[in-house]
């Protein structure tokens, strides 16, 4: 997917929070900030892409800070609560989310064939 950036909320795993994080998305990597970075700013938290399991949109009655749109993000060893502030921008980040997992899977099954494979 191309590379997608913006402020979104995240939802603390201790204290269940929500606290407004700038992600990116780029390189297989989805990086969180605590404000738009500039160069030399170290992230606060990383995800690795291919490391995605699953992207799902919270139920209707999920409490979601300012008007957001929820979705979750989950991966082999944990599950991030995310909003984005608008509709359109939950639809930016499902839509490049939904395309790294789709391409996860897609490199999961060639790699798969290919192993099954015998010369």
């Known amino acids: 997917p191309p590379p997608t950036q913006g402020?979104?909320?995240?939802?603390?795993s201790m204290f269940k929070r929500w606290s407004k994080r700038y992600y990116t998305l780029s390189n297989g990597v989805i990086l969180c900030y605590a404000d738009k970075p500039s160069k030399g700013t170290k992230p606060l938290d990383h995800v690795t892409v291919k490391d995605?399991?699953?992207?799902?949109?919270?139920?209707?009655?999920?409490?979601?800070?300012?008007?957001?749109?929820?979705?979750?993000?989950a991966t082999l060893d944990r599950?991030?609560?995310?909003?984005?502030?608008?509709?359109?921008?939950?639809?930016?980040?499902?839509?490049?989310?939904?395309?790294?997992?789709?391409?996860?899977?897609?490199?999961?099954?060639?790699?798969?064939?290919?192993?099954?494979?015998?010369?």
């Open 7 to 12: 402020f979104l909320y995240k939802q603390g």
């Open 52 to 73: 995605l399991l699953s992207v799902t949109s919270l139920q209707a009655d999920h409490e979601v800070p300012h008007d957001s749109v929820g979705f979750a993000v």
């Open 79 to 119: 599950k991030q609560l995310l909003a984005a502030p608008s509709k359109e921008e939950y639809r930016k980040w499902m839509g490049a989310l939904k395309t790294c997992l789709e391409n996860n899977q897609m490199a999961e099954a060639i790699k798969q064939k290919r192993e099954s494979r015998r010369y």
